[in-house]
């Protein structure tokens, strides 16, 4: 029944483990995009220029509600109607960064909702500059009761790199099929990406609770 | 509170003294509810003034307006000579803004109820905070006040551990030897010992002693600490509904009370206790 043939597993695996570093590179370089602007549109919520919050508010909303896969191929094939040229994987990278950027501000937001408010206080008495009270007193705290929703959106963008294929970014997906288009069999590389994503999610589910552990004393959390 | 003329306000003496804190016919409300009316309170450099009376009665409301945590709706608050909230500008108050406020901020240090020191920092870095990042204190320098206050309030051996490894008693000590680092003219006291467990209060409430025997701060205390607040207060003020129903001595107000009111609170605070 199954027609599973090992020389044929070990002739493509070499290049679908090039293909994973790419994965990888991207899931790591959309990660970084979205952490980072992730907590400015966090921030930007909060600040007291009522304008800029409602913005980023309904960007983060537009982006939320629209699926990932029309929001690459927008920036992909809309933007050079408007000038803007993009490689697959500059365009790919916006997108998926935008994309989990949205999702982290959610996490960061309640993140910033769960430090007490005792704190903004404290940090006002001792006449601590915003700042300060935003980098040294609250985002400290802040992180660690984000660490676990970060940790899910992390695994949750690497198993999103997949999506890239449909513009032509050369990741694992990508490779599988252009395997399959030029050797008429499908299982193997399919069945090789399924495994090898399970291979790197389930161990980086489990360093994330590590790592979580690791900063909650690290900052004499308990 | 937009503009207001100054000289609707003005800064009372007496004799030569400019009082350290002034509110002057300030009003706090919240939406409907009034929660102080109109209130006058002087008082005085280096005294020791404890406000006393039932929840609600806008008591806690009074520490937090002069951390500039509250905004006030209407009236002038001075601190040291200055308008807390307000600048002058053309013989009008207007509005302060951040820098001034982070002047009046500056004399000024206050403890609160749970006592919110910062959780990831140790007890030294807490205490070194405010002088190293607002003061500009160089590390060494601010290290030696905060070792000397922690010191003073005995947390000396404890100076390394986080606040989640000490009790509460020990964590308010904490936080008064933060406040004190900032070198306040005026300390803030919002019920530092109701959040205690009862046999750890004494530890608290002799640190705020050694403070009015020793050195010469302006203090404002929110307790249910009767007993405590008789002993180490210059002077008492019963609020009741947003005013000062009362004011006096500890003496006359504890042994000698005027008012109904002030005469049933006291009595429910005896039979509770």
Redesign the interface.
């Known amino acids: 029944m199954f027609d599973w043939r090992w020389d044929f597993t070990f002739e493509i695996l070499p290049r679908l483990i090039v293909a994973t570093g790419n994965t990888l590179l991207a899931a790591g370089l959309g990660y970084a995009i979205a952490v980072v602007l992730g907590l400015v549109f966090a921030l930007a919520q909060r600040t007291p220029f009522r304008p800029l919050t409602i913005a980023v508010r309904e960007a983060v909303e537009f982006i939320r509600s629209t699926p990932l896969v029309l929001q690459i191929f927008f920036v992909f094939y809309v933007g050079p109607q408007f000038g803007i040229r993009l490689s697959p994987w500059t365009a790919g990278m916006i997108a998926i960064g935008l994309h989990y950027a949205a999702y982290l501000s959610e996490v960061y937001r309640g993140g910033l909702e769960s430090v ?1 408010k ?2 903004w ?2 940090a ?6 915003t700042a ?1 009270t935003y980098f ?2 609250i985002l ?2 802040a992180l660690p009761p984000s660490l676990a929703g970060m940790g899910n959106y992390l695994v949750g963008i690497f198993k999103d790199t997949p999506m890239l294929s449909v513009i032509g970014v050369a990741e694992l997906m990508h490779t599988a099929n252009a395997i399959g288009s030029e050797t008429y069999r499908f299982l193997e590389p399919f069945t090789l990406v399924g495994i090898i994503f399970l291979c790197i999610s389930l161990p980086t589910a489990a360093l994330i609770r590590l790592f979580e552990g690791w900063v909650r004393r690290k ?4 | 509170m937009n503009t207001t003329d100054v000289s609707a306000f003005p800064l009372r003496l007496e004799g030569d003294a400019i009082p350290m804190v002034s509110f002057k016919k300030v009003t706090k409300s919240y939406g409907n509810l009034v929660v102080l009316d109109s209130l006058d309170l002087d008082v005085a450099e280096g005294e020791m003034v404890t406000v006393i009376g039932p929840s609600g009665s806008g008591k806690t409301t009074v520490l937090r307006m002069l ?3 509250e905004t006030i709706n209407g009236g002038v608050i001075y601190v040291d000579g200055e308008p807390l909230t307000h600048m002058e500008r053309d013989g009008k108050l207007v509005r302060a803004d951040s820098r001034h406020l ?1 002047k009046m ?2 004399k ?3 403890c ?1 109820q ?1 006592f ?7 007890a030294l870095e807490n205490c070194m ?2 002088p190293v ?2 003061l500009g204190m160089s590390k060494k320098e601010a290290r030696e006040r905060s070792e000397e206050l922690l010191a003073m309030v005995g947390m000396a051996e404890k100076r390394d551990q ?1 606040p ?1 490894r000490l009790s509460g008693g020990q964590q308010q000590r904490v936080a008064i030897a ?2 004190l680092a ?1 070198r306040p003219k005026v300390m803030l006291f919002d019920e530092v010992t109701s959040a205690l467990d009862p046999e750890v209060i004494g530890e608290v409430t002799n640190v705020i002693r050694q403070l009015v025997a020793e050195h010469n701060l302006t203090m404002l205390m929110v307790t249910h600490q009767m007993g405590f607040a008789k002993d180490i207060s210059d002077r008492i003020c019963f609020f009741y509904s947003g005013r000062i129903e009362e004011q006096g001595t500890p003496d006359e107000l504890f042994g000698n009370p005027q008012k109904e009111r002030t005469q049933q609170f006291l009595s429910a605070v005896k039979e509770a206790s």
């Open positions: 007490p005792g704190q206080e404290a006002k008495s001792l006449n601590l500059s300060r040294r007193v400290p705290q900052l004499g959390l308990g | 951390m500039t945590l982070r901020r500056s000024i240090g206050m609160f749970h919110n020191l910062f959780p990831h920092m140790t905070e405010g990042h607002v986080h989640s933060r406040a900032m």
